[in-house]
């Protein structure tokens, strides 16, 4: 398996077990990775500010794909090879749908950034795992409607948080009605990931890619959920989590262990090395 260079791991429910941690045995397998000459990027909806404190645990990886594909990034050179971002007009739109239902909204852009009093009820939006990073990585305003109408600027990512599926599809159907250029992924059990059109993880691999000069075949992605579903279909290999969806195990070459026995260090010690 000596022709793939690259490895990108999804963050939540593959590189990071149930508690949310990058257990030991990952980390080691990580870092011989890097010793042997391979490339380890993370692929992940999470933004910049939410990838620090797991950066620091895993310093061999310098690329990102991250905020869903919509900012690829190096961490040694500390600068961004590609962004595309939803455009003012078009944030404003949504903002507009999202004011009349009673969701918690999460902007990403260089910055994490939520309503402050929807953060301390988390839980009711079905979030509630997250709600320490929330607490600790997010810039929080106490009415983010009011925050975006008085700084209008392109976002990488608008996270729309439901209290349930139902309430997200009305959301949804919205803003398709709306005609709005976005993609919206299912995450979690009631979130909905918005990007700006033709953003996804994939796209982000591509540009990585392009950037390094390897092609896509030389690739490896491990992932567990929707919105990894273009990014594996893209790799040269595609490898789900043993705690993924059945029809993300479906489109995958390979399965390996669960999150919590390791699944990733599987991956990169069978497939990679």
């Known amino acids: 398996m000596g022709k793939y260079k690259l490895i990108a791991l999804d963050m939540d429910g593959t590189l990071l077990n149930s508690k949310k941690q990058i257990t030991d045995g990952t980390k080691k397998m990580i870092r011989r990775a890097a010793e042997e000459g391979k490339i380890v990027a993370l692929s992940t909806g999470r933004g910049l500010a939410e990838l620090h404190e797991y950066l620091e645990q895993v310093p061999e990886v310098r690329y990102l794909d991250c905020t869903s594909g919509a900012v690829v990034y190096d961490c040694q ?14 944030m404003e739109k949504l903002m507009e749908i999202a004011s009349q239902e009673d969701v918690m909204v999460h902007f990403l852009s260089e910055r994490s950034i939520v309503q402050k009093d929807k953060v301390e009820k988390m ?70 990931e918005i990007t700006a059109e033709g953003v996804n ?63 990733c260090a599987e991956a990169i010690e069978k497939y990679l090395l």
Request: with cysteine.
């Open 77 to 90: 050179e500390k600068k961004v090879i590609a962004r595309q971002t939803i455009s003012v007009s078009d």
């Open 123 to 192: 839980e009711e939006y079905h979030m509630g795992i997250y709600k320490t990073m929330f607490e600790t990585k997010a810039d929080h305003y106490e009415d983010i409607f009011r925050f975006y109408s008085d700084n209008p600027v392109p976002m990488e990512k608008c996270n729309i948080y439901h209290h349930t599926p139902e309430e997200r599809t009305v959301t949804e159907e919205k803003i398709k009605a709306a005609g709005l250029p976005v993609v919206m992924v299912h995450a979690e059990e009631t979130s909905l």
């Open 201 to 263: 993880k994939a796209a982000g691999l591509l540009a990585l890619c392009r950037h390094l000069d390897i092609s896509p075949e030389e690739t490896i992605v491990v992932g567990d959920a929707d919105n990894d579903k273009e990014v594996l279909q893209t790799a040269g290999l595609a490898i789900a989590m043993g705690n993924a969806a059945d029809h993300i195990k479906a489109l995958a070459d390979v399965v390996v262990a669960d999150c919590d026995h390791d699944g």
